[in-house]
């Protein structure tokens, strides 16, 4: 706060205090700022999954309106994939694996295995675990 | 039996919050318990008797939770409940008189004399009124497996930045297991089937070998799992398993609008005799003065709208069609398992996991309908067997590493039914009375007992506030008001512990009064946050066995 009083001086009481949220996902950089002022609801709606984020709140001056004077930054937060994965090699673990052994976790032996997924519609998970499906029950 | 070629485990999730009013004589929240003891515990117990009875080989898991355990330990709310179900003998023979010239309703009437009556003697005479016991003695027989579950049924994803409340959850949740069934449970119910790293960790610690998920934990886990959600995966870090819900056969029996409980054969839940007959007829067996179910319900569900006519309920033609529909969900199984076991290495596991009350409850037929299947699977049929997730680990203990998505099984799949409008401003509060909570114990040095006492008392304020359930009634309607009271309740109580222990002014009076209304897990210390040698001066920790 008292860095953001000397940056800001005079404006710091015109400034809006802001909530930006940057997305870092793959090494990139974009982010969106929401007002915190008038804010009712203390979560934010993302609309997409498989994110990498950081949020910080700070002051946000009319006269450089792309600036955020940081208070306070969030440590980093990944979304839930929202799809089957595309990866597709497997580890195996288990004491049946002992005799093929690689290498050790937990007491167990530890296998790579090339096999293929059993046949699923498996892109039916993406439109029944995502906004607009389904009854607000729980176990539904 | 030859070997099957495919596995099922049907999971129940036996929960209710923790409601107990001794400031009260009657308090209409405590009927949730009393209603699930007589339409589904009790229905349970007599179905795994005649099982047992019948030597029907039978496997099945079962989660109870540590405030339904406590509750139906409780010797006020055992004690209220036999006060209940004699009141509801009472009515029913009332019932018998008020029908007897209408012979399709009286032979009803008499049906619940003896439903009633039967659940009074079950309780009483058979189980000395400790229902858990009577589930342990099934696990002990090897029929039943009963896993553990988070202390108050926090909502572990979003309970607490730092984790320490989510631990604290796991473990008080496991040593409240182990005091109520003797034993280490192998798998853990994650309250909401809510996941997210680094739960399987503290699980792991805590000697937990399995947790259930929803289906997409694992069909969306990296690596994609090659067995889908038909067998278990296990954690990268901790090694724990997870295991996920089979779509297709929940849908079967949760759906609203294609499960079973919605034929119309069955019995209908909204049309109970609390709202139909005359007020002052039933207004001695309403709590406060309010209509409300009182668990006598003449009619069949007859057509899909609640409100529309509604035909007589039929006691054998719902038990004839709860047969046909056991039949149905295994003929589907068996064409699940046939399809799947030619594409894995070993024969597919179909986790089936469901609300206990829904069965007998919400479903009056369930039981009966579990009764079927488990005959039916026995007997009938030889490619599918029943089994538990902790006896499938120990056949096929070769599984595939993978790292589980984050996941619930509410409302799209995450966490949007317990973090939305109704209900967000809870969290702030929950993490800073949590944080509050912790600094306070971390300052307290060789604590009088008076003030040790305030501090397990200010725990068990926070652990009740933390329930996943007044979060999910908030994002209802009905009983809103009851849940923010008891969210601000606890919340409260736990701050002005917190005060009157840093200020050195303990009201004990006031402390007393809250012990004895708030009574659950008597045994809490909390050294459980702690090095308990340190702060006491005692050897062992007094909260958490460190092996069980």
């Known amino acids: 706060m008292q860095k953001a009083s000397e940056r800001l001086g005079g404006e710091l009481g015109a400034a809006r205090l802001v909530l930006r949220i940057t997305d870092i996902t793959d090494g990139g950089e974009s982010s969106f700022d929401i007002d915190v002022d008038g804010q009712q609801s203390r979560y934010i709606h993302l609309h997409e999954a498989g994110r990498t984020l950081r949020a910080a709140i700070g002051f946000k001056d009319a006269a450089y309106p792309h600036a955020v004077v940081m208070v306070a930054r969030s440590n980093v937060v990944h979304t839930p994939p929202g799809r089957p994965s595309n990866v597709f090699e497997s580890t195996w673990t288990g004491p049946g694996l002992w005799p093929t052994m690689r290498g050790y976790r937990r007491g167990y032996a530890t296998v790579r295995k090339t096999t293929t997924p059993i046949d699923l519609f498996w892109d039916g998970t993406v439109s029944a675990f995502s906004p607009g499906y389904g009854k607000k029950e729980r176990g539904n | ?548």
């Open chain 2, 1 to 548: 039996m030859t070997d099957p070629i495919g596995y099922m485990s049907i999971v129940l999730h036996a929960h209710l919050p923790y409601i107990r009013h001794p400031e009260h004589p009657t308090f209409l929240e405590e009927n949730w318990l009393f209603e699930a003891i007589t339409d589904c515990y009790i229905p349970l117990l007599t179905v795994f008797k005649g099982l047992g009875r019948d030597a029907v080989p039978w496997r099945l898991t079962m989660s109870i939770t540590p405030p339904l355990a406590s509750m139906l330990t409780d010797p006020l709310l055992q004690e209220r409940y036999v006060r209940h179900i004699e009141g509801l003998i009472d009515l029913a023979r009332r019932e018998v008189e008020r029908t007897q010239h209408d012979p399709a309703v009286n032979r009803l009437a008499h049906m619940y004399v003896e439903r009633f009556s039967h659940a009074r003697h079950m309780f009483v005479d058979v189980y000395d009124r400790n229902l858990v016991g009577a589930f342990a003695r099934w696990q002990r027989k090897g029929h039943l497996e009963i896993i553990a579950s988070a202390a108050t049924h926090g909502f572990l994803p979003l309970l607490d930045p730092t984790d320490d409340w989510v631990k604290a959850q796991i473990d008080i949740g496991i040593e409240a297991y182990y005091r109520a069934f003797g034993q280490q449970p192998a798998g853990f119910w994650l309250p909401e089937c809510g996941y997210a790293p680094p739960m399987d960790e503290l699980l792991a610690d805590r000697g937990i070998r399995y947790f259930l998920s929803e289906s997409h934990a694992l069909l969306h886990a990296v690596p994609r799992p090659v067995h889908a959600v038909y067998g278990p995966i296990y954690c990268p870090r901790s090694g724990v398993a997870a295991f996920a819900r089979d779509i297709e056969s929940s849908k079967q029996v949760w759906s609203a609008t294609e499960g079973y409980p919605g034929d119309f054969d069955y019995r209908e839940f909204y049309r109970d005799i609390g709202y139909d007959l005359d007020y002052d007829y039933v207004r001695p067996w309403l709590k406060a003065d309010v209509r409300s179910n009182i668990g006598i319900k003449y009619f069949r569900i007859t057509g899909p709208d609640h409100e529309g006519h509604k035909e007589l309920y039929n006691p054998e033609q719902a038990l004839e069609k709860a047969a046909q529909h056991a039949g149905n969900f295994m003929f589907n199984r068996e064409l699940q398992v046939d399809h799947l076991r030619s594409q894995m290495d070993r024969p597919p596991l179909i986790v089936a996991p469901y609300d206990a009350e829904l069965f007998g409850h919400w479903w009056f037929e369930g039981p009966r309908w579990l009764d079927f299947l488990a005959r039916k699977i026995a007997y009938d049929q030889t490619k599918i067997a029943l089994i538990t997730p902790g006896d499938y680990l120990n056949k096929f203990p070769d599984n595939q590493v993978a790292q589980p998505s984050p996941s619930t099984w509410g409302y799209n799949g995450y966490n949007e039914v317990w973090l939305e409008g109704a209900n967000d401003w809870i969290y702030r509060h929950l993490h800073m009375t949590g944080r509050r909570l912790l600094d306070v114990i971390g300052r307290v040095e060789w604590p009088p007992p008076v003030v040790r006492r305030a501090l397990n008392q200010a725990i068990r304020e926070l652990l009740l506030a933390q329930s996943s359930d007044w979060a999910f009634i908030m994002s209802t309607d009905t009983h809103v008001p009851y849940a923010v009271k008891r969210t601000q309740d606890h919340l409260g109580h736990c701050r002005e512990l917190c005060r009157q222990v840093v200020a050195n002014e303990v009201d004990e009076n006031w402390l007393a009064t809250l012990e004895g209304r708030n009574n659950i897990f008597p045994w809490l210390d909390y050294t459980v946050f702690t090095d308990g040698e340190k702060r006491t001066g005692q050897k062992a920790a007094p909260a958490l066995s460190a092996t069980y």
